[in-house]
Every structure is written in structure tokens, then in C-alpha cells.
């Protein structure tokens, strides 16, 4: 059973816009990015696309999922402006839409310090004194956000949503301490048969 809903977004209002371009995403794909950062709980409403994110100095996390925007316009082709100039007529533009798969900037290691977004901390109280300092004893990448609680061996991090996505506060701490146990055995097993909660192999994700 999945003790957590829906995390509330914790991106500022405002247009969701390129961060490499620093232009506002304008149309439908308003409405489809809002909806991502209140799905993902984002922390900022900055995107890029895979090649953007590369030649930032950076890269998106394995593992992310991106979200698909469309881009719509008209364009004349070259035959219909000669075709136009002959006849005198005027030209006919054609209509075209494309696809591109954006990442939210929180998905991306690696990018300059004006770009890259932290997650803000949980609001104080949330999280147990003792359990907090467990979880920086271990020295483990833990990072909180997103909808899903897991643990990526192949990059040794543990993700789970933020304390307020839960309906109880003592489902994080169990949550949280149930994905240190995935980190604590990738270190006695190989990652290659570590088990996850249902007991069947995985060699790229262990979550709840």
C-alpha cells in the first residue's frame, strides 16, 4: 500500500519557460508542464531537452522520465513562393507540428549554479531529529522529491517524496528507513542480486 499521495507543487507561479533560452512555454504546453510539476512536485518551472542539458555542462539523470511538448507553426515552402512570384498569387503556408521530450532542470545533475534548483527542505517538524541524523550517518545521496520512493544502485541515491505528500507522518520515516535498508544490503550482495521488496531481482531500481 502506497502510504503517500500526490505532493503539492513547490515551484514559484509563473510560466514554465526554457532555461536555456529563457523563453516562456506558451499554448497547451502551459498547461501540460504545470500539470508535471504538480504530478512530480518539481521545485521550479525551468526545462531543457536532453541535447540543451549537454551542452549546459550537463546531463539528465538515468532513470528520468521527460515530458512531451509541441510546437506549432506555418512555413512557405520554397516551390510555393517561386510558384507565387510567377502567378502573381499568394502564397500558401503550411501548417506543421512537432514533438520535443523536455526535462524539469530538478531531473538534471551538472548544470551552472543560475540554473541548476535545489529542492527546498521540508518545513521544520516533519522529519524526526534522531531519524535526519541516522540518514546523514550513513553518508548516503539522499534526496527528497518526486512521487516514488526507491534506490538506484547503479548510482548509489535514495529517493523519496517530501514528508507532506504523506497521509501519516510516520509512513516518511518508514518509507525513508525501508529504502536505507535497499542501500544498506546493496553493500552485503551484489547489486546484481539484491532483492527488492517483492523479492524479485533488480538490477537498476529497489523501491516500495
Known amino acids: ?7 503539492a507543487a513547490k515551484a514559484p507561479l509563473g510560466l514554465p519557460k526554457n532555461a536555456a533560452t529563457s523563453r516562456s512555454y506558451s499554448g497547451i504546453n502551459v498547461l501540460i508542464l504545470w500539470g508535471a510539476v504538480i504530478e512530480h512536485g518539481f521545485p521550479c518551472q525551468g526545462w531543457l531537452t536532453f541535447r540543451q542539458a549537454l551542452s549546459l555542462g550537463g546531463h539528465v539523470r538515468k532513470g528520468e522520465h521527460g515530458i512531451t511538448v ?17 502567378t502573381g498569387e499568394e502564397a500558401h503556408a503550411v501548417p506543421f507540428l ?4 523536455v526535462f524539469n532542470v530538478a531531473q538534471c545533475d551538472g548544470l551552472p549554479d543560475d540554473i541548476a534548483t535545489v529542492a527546498p527542505p521540508p518545513p521544520p517538524g516533519l522529519i524526526e531529529p534522531r531519524v535526519e541524523a541516522l540518514i546523514k550517518a550513513t553518508g548516503v545521496d539522499f ?24 497521509f501519516e507522518p510516520i509512513n516518511w520515516h518508514r518509507t525513508a528507513l525501508h529504502e536505507l535498508g535497499h542501500y544498506a544490503g546493496s553493500g552485503i550482495m551484489p547489486t546484481s542480486q539484491a ?10 531500481l529497489r523501491s516500495a
Request: aromatic share 12%; charged share 25%.
Open 143 to 166: 534526496r527528497i522529491g518526486g512521487n516514488r520512493a526507491f534506490y538506484v544502485p547503479s548510482q548509489d541515491y535514495v529517493m523519496v517524496p517530501p514528508p507532506q505528500a504523506y
Open 70 to 86: 509541441v510546437y506549432a507553426d506555418r512555413f512557405t515552402p520554397e516551390d510555393e513562393k517561386r510558384r507565387a512570384r510567377e
Open 195 to 204: 532483492l527488492c521488496c517483492n523479492c524479485r531481482p533488480k538490477s537498476s
Open 1 to 7: 500500500m502506497q502510504p503517500w499521495g500526490t505532493s
Open 98 to 101: 512537432k514533438r520535443f521530450t
